[in-house]
């Protein structure tokens, strides 16, 4: 028997920027408008992270920045851009990388754009958490921080086990995910209403997600959170891309689809978690970012890599419009994204419907 | 090419196997003969699914072992088994804005490691699937546009890309029209002339007992009827398992067995009444 390529195959023509690349032991196919698209998204975030750094209510030339960051300025201007911007525009950026790496992942987990960590029930359930630790215990950061993070991965951990019925499904997930967040969604305005109001209004504003507060300790766990998942989950990421095209196609080539699922899961949950544990339930640049990324960067399905990019540059963004449009108050960056990501959602559904895809 | 292995041996020892507490198959034994293109047929609910999926690991058996190479299936890592067996399940999503090649490309997942995405031998066995699908000129064309044969070719292409010397096809002419049903039956007559052992499950009795060279009639959870076409299809077996009166006749362009209803007492209207 003979299966070697018969002499009449000819070399078939591949889409255009695609090209595979090979180095030793290494080889990939390159798909290069996506990488070219996130290196120019990257390069925009940081552009705006840097435009950030010279803006708020003191502006500082883009000199005297550069001579803060390198330890040359005056003291007051060392403390403003060192001390309390940098911190808040490197969070942005590395916030919103990992709040999209986790959309990515439970888009592709659930095979659905809707299917993001703010439909299905976390950011309720980080809120609830935070709201009971304020109600039970301290109004402190820490405080909040661990019982939004308790609350987000026992909210998960719920949505899991309650649409497990031999393996879980997408549109199960999506579907208990709604229901779990509406009835938290209760819960908290509920519990609102029963503390007193100067506790009321700081817990409230936390619910919105806002990157005010966030200095130099907030950063580092997400840091290492990003360090430490963003290689992971690439390298799960294959197997998630064969997922994606059903169970039984994933599984006979070679995926194990149960354990992957769970660890893919875990991995979006904690990458989330890291935000919203200092920042709040920051709306929907998990659900925006990687729907974005395909369009943008024309891939077939969710990417890591540009998804990423492409919520480092949303986030980024938001939190400079949030700081400067109402200047000198300041909105919550979650106000900013609700209103981006609203916009968004609709015509998401809008062109749902259009295709007549469920 | 690595990983082909020529007698795969593929078979199930007193295979019980179903959803939950539902038993579909029970204490099934049955050989897929190395080489041969086994259809497997039967009436709705009758297991012929089950079975497939059991052979591909898919449906964890509560009883008995699939066996492939002398070894139980249950002890394969899920990539080693993916470079025997290669899956056309019955329900698959192609993502959205896919190219062809770039899907047919998935098949090599079970031969690439996290650093080794995209070798020689991947680019070789892809160029070659497409090429034996006669999917070469469409390779950038993108899936979603494509008819519902052409996308069924595409996803056997990717099967094919996966370089499993069997290949287990869960009704792959279901949904299509009479042209791509040949098309693709066609299709898995040359593969089977080239040496690989398919396994399909057909609705079209006529159509397996044609294209089939070894053919398993299932009713029940429990295999009736195991041998070539021309020596088990008779009207008892047809009327036995589908309760359906037939005759047989010879298939005047193959000379296989062909089933023919019959129609007693029926008043079906006559071609000369329609003027």
Known sequence: ??????????????????????????????????????????IMALGVGAYSLTVGTAGYPIGDVLAALGGHADAVTTRVVVEWRLPRVVFALLGGAALAIGGAVFQSITRNPLGSPDIIGFSSGAYTGA???????????????????????????????????????????????????????????????????????????????SLTDIAWPHVLPLAIGLVIGLPLTLLLSADMTMLEMGDDIGRGLGVRAEPLRMALLLLGIVLVALVTASAGPIAFVALAAPQLAVRVMRTSGVQIVPSAAMGALLLTASDLIARTVIAPAQLPVGVVTLCLGGGYLVWLLASFGRKGRT | MTGIVDSPGLHARELSAGYGERCIIDELSIGIPDGSFTVIIGPNGCGKSTLLRSLARLIRPSGGQVVIDGRDVAEFGAKELARRIGLLPQTSTAPEGISVIDLVSRGRHPHQGPFRRWSAADERAVADALHRTRLTDMSTRIVDELSGGQRQRVWIAMALAQETPLLLLDEPTTYLDIAHQIDVLDLCTRLHREGRTLVAVLHDINQAARYASHLIVMKQGRVLAEGAPSEIVTAELIDEVFGVGVRVIDDPETATPLIVPRAPGIDYPKKEENT
């Open chain 1, 1 to 42: 028997m003979s299966r070697a390529s018969s002499p009449t195959a000819i070399e078939p023509r591949w889409p255009r920027g695609i090209r595979p690349i090979r180095l030793g032991g290494l080889s990939v196919r390159m798909q290069l408008r996506a990488w070219m698209v996130s290196a120019v998204v990257v």
């Open chain 1, 131 to 209: 709201l009971l630790v304020a109600l039970f215990w301290t109004g402190s950061a820490v405080g909040t921080s661990a019982g939004a993070l308790a609350g987000g991965v026992l909210t998960g951990l719920a949505v899991y086990l309650l649409a497990y019925r031999r393996g879980v499904s997408g549109m199960r997930i999506i579907v208990v995910g709604i229901g779990i967040s509406m009835l938290l969604g209760a819960f908290n305005t509920w519990i609102l209403t029963t503390m007193r109001l100067e506790q009321a209004i700081s817990a409230a504003s936390w619910g919105a997600g």
